[in-house]
């Protein structure tokens, strides 16, 4: 085979590839499809794997103290010798095999179970409110792409009206109607849709690209299912802030250092070695027995924990400011919502009732009478651009109330989970 005849494989090879990659039909995605996504994305198992560690928490606390197995040679003669005989039987070491068990009070074992039992329905609520901040991210994601992909849609016809608009003005340059200079100004307006119409295209990948990072969804997506209708905030039921995730997780942690606080009073209360040992020592008796009683004598050196105690107290001041802090933000959130669904509900109103009709019909009856010699250009371009405009600013609109719609949504349908830790 000749170099022409293989480079010619290679660019068939190339052209077949490139095909197969843009004729790859588009993976059809849902807002709600998105949201199902979401809630199993990294974030979100992060979170999970967090919660793991929590619950792992609570069975490593909820056990006493493991009793302690000591063994022990002592008394072993160095100047007259071990003796004769068996090691373990005859030689005249003092052998020893014992116990010790650790008896702890003042409920230690009680408050250490209840306190890591907090902490992990405090991680099961974070992961509710990851899930439900991952949902509200992948749901602007969605509309983005949406609005992107709306936006080729009206650019293309923007740039399809142009071309019409270009053919017209010749047809006038032909017939002694219309200066050069003038067709050509509308030539440039066209070249300007064409780019505008590419712009969009740019904007599309990069909304995908971001759809997919939000959710792990692979192939070449595309947002389906058009906008949600359009909802006001206004006449909702009243929302408990006490339900969200991020609050209940900052309750749960008070509760947390709460029981922590108490763990740490309990301190005061002095836990109790006691142990037996069985001794072996030929020569003397063979069965002897060791009893143990073991008592830190930290209050009588004048030490009552208070600094564990100051901690623990510390930290309890600082996980109620944190609820605090937590409700106040919660409920600021959904204040601004609740502003952010009605604002953006009556300007796509607005746009979609009165703004859109108004600037096309504008546009159509400019181009009707430029093509028959009643308009100037400048008044025709000046039409055109108000309604690119307007055509922009209502996706914009209709995305912003739809960011809005989803993010409200899914604040007032997140209930507490009902497993628990």
Request: charge should be neutral; aromatic fraction near 4%; charged fraction near 25%.
């Amino acid at each position: 085979m000749g170099i022409g005849q293989w480079l010619l494989g290679a660019l068939v090879c190339a052209c077949a590839c490139v095909w197969a990659q843009e004729s790859r039909p588009d993976t059809g995605v849902t807002v709600q499809d998105a949201q199902r996504a979401a809630a199993a994305n990294v974030d979100v198992s992060i979170a999970r794997r967090t919660l793991a560690a929590a619950r792992g928490d609570v069975a490593a606390a909820d056990h006493a103290p493991a009793p302690q197995l000591t063994a022990k040679a002592s008394q072993m003669d160095l100047q007259n010798g071990l003796g004769g005989g068996n090691l373990f039987r005859d030689k005249r070491i003092d052998k020893s095999l014992g116990l010790d068990w650790t008896i702890e009070r003042g409920n230690k074992r009680e408050l250490r179970t209840q306190t890591a039992i907090a902490n992990a329905q405090a991680a099961r609520a974070d992961v509710q409110e990851a899930i439900v901040q991952q949902q509200i991210a992948a749901s602007g994601a969605f509309f983005d792409l949406l609005a992107a992909q709306e936006k080729i849609a009206q650019m293309q016809a923007l740039r399809e009206s142009a071309d019409q608009l270009v053919e017209a003005s010749q047809r006038r340059v032909r017939a002694g109607d219309l200066s050069r200079q003038e067709a050509m100004r509308v030539e440039i307006e066209a070249e300007r849709a064409r780019t505008d119409a590419q712009a969009a295209q740019t904007d599309r990948a990069r909304a995908e690209l971001a759809l997919a990072q939000a959710t792990g969804l692979q192939g070449q997506l595309a947002a389906t299912g058009g906008w949600p209708s359009l909802a006001k905030a206004a006449g909702a039921r009243p929302f408990d802030i006490e339900r969200r995730g991020d609050v209940r997780a900052a309750r749960e942690r008070v509760l947390a250092a709460q029981r922590a606080l108490e763990g740490a009073l309990a301190l005061q209360h002095t836990d109790i070695t006691v142990g037996a040992s069985y001794d072996h020592f030929p020569g003397t008796s063979t069965r002897l027995l060791e009893l143990r009683l073991q008592v830190p004598l930290s209050g009588e050196i004048g030490y009552a924990f208070q600094g564990e105690i100051e901690r623990a107290r510390a930290q309890l001041a600082q996980a109620e400011d944190q609820l605090q802090k937590v409700r106040l933000a919660a409920a600021a959130d959904m204040g601004r919502l609740a502003q952010d669904l009605d604002l953006s509900s009556s300007r796509a109103a607005a746009y979609e009732d009165e703004i859109v009709p108004r600037a096309r019909e504008v546009a159509r009856l400019a181009e009707y009478a430029f093509s028959r010699g009643a308009m100037t250009l400048a008044d025709l371009i000046d039409a055109r651009r108000t309604l690119r405009a307007v055509l922009l600013e209502e996706i914009a609109a209709r995305a912003d109330h739809a960011r809005a719609i989803a993010a409200w949504q899914l604040r007032q349908r997140e209930d507490p989970e009902t497993e628990s830790p």
